[in-house]
T-cell receptor
């Protein structure tokens, strides 16, 4: 899988929007961009994925740059329950399309 | 909905003991995975099963064996546990190995080898 770069940690205030960045400058044309999050003492949880266009679901929005070399996960109103490690992952056609987890971004939400 | 169920949730083993971690999914998924997560680290893939009857090595397979018992169940066996295998183990499943499918994870098994 191609590599992604994320900040180690970010802070947000409760009920404010959060923009979590991810750089993937070596992305290939067929890589999907996936986001997962891991709450404390739990297994990872799928958040959203996309290929080229921006995507929205009930949990978040995914904004993908036009050149696809970066993306941003947007939580529209952070809650305390959103405090987690967020992983940005590229999935390609190699290595059986495995999910390869890097270090992720630890999001802290302040009340 | 149960999703992905792992048993046991906690286990302490002595060095050299063996054990099997169980995983079952009720979503009729074809693909299943075993990951380990060491403290402060991301997840690393141990083994995966693309479909019933097939298994393949992941990034860190040494010291482990797996069995895809049927479509629902995928077990991970430690034949002779070592302290380096102290970790949290996660099982996951997905509809298929396609790039655009999401994976569902279990709650994990926290294993300590002393």
């Amino acid at each position: 899988d191609a590599k992604t770069t994320q900040p180690n940690s970010m802070e947000s205030n409760e009920e404010e929007p959060v923009h979590l960045p991810c750089n993937h400058s070596t992305i290939s044309g067929t890589d999907y961009i996936h986001w997962y999050r891991q709450l404390p003492s739990q297994g990872p949880e799928y958040v959203i994925h996309g290929l080229t266009s921006n995507v929205n679901n009930r949990m978040a929005s995914l904004a993908i740059a036009e050149d696809r070399k970066s993306s941003t996960l947007i939580l529209h109103r952070a809650t305390l329950r959103d405090a987690a490690v967020y992983y940005c992952i590229l999935r390609d056609n190699n290595a059986g399309n495995m999910l390869t987890f890097g270090g992720g971004t630890r999001l802290m939400v302040k009340p | 909905n149960a999703g992905v169920t792992q048993t046991p949730k906690f286990q302490v083993l002595k060095t050299g003991q063996s054990m099997t971690l169980q995983c079952a999914q009720d979503m009729n998924h074809n693909s299943m995975y075993w990951y380990r997560q060491d403290p402060g680290m991301g997840l690393r893939l141990i083994y995966y099963s693309a479909s019933e009857g097939t298994t393949d090595k992941g990034e860190v397979p040494n010291g482990y064996n797996v069995s895809r018992l049927n479509k629902r169940e995928f077990s991970l066996r430690l034949e002779s546990a070592a302290p380096s295998q102290t970790s949290v183990y996660f099982c996951a499943s997905s509809e298929a190995l396609r790039r655009n499918t999401e994976a569902f994870f279990g709650q994990g098994t926290r294993l300590t080898v002393v």
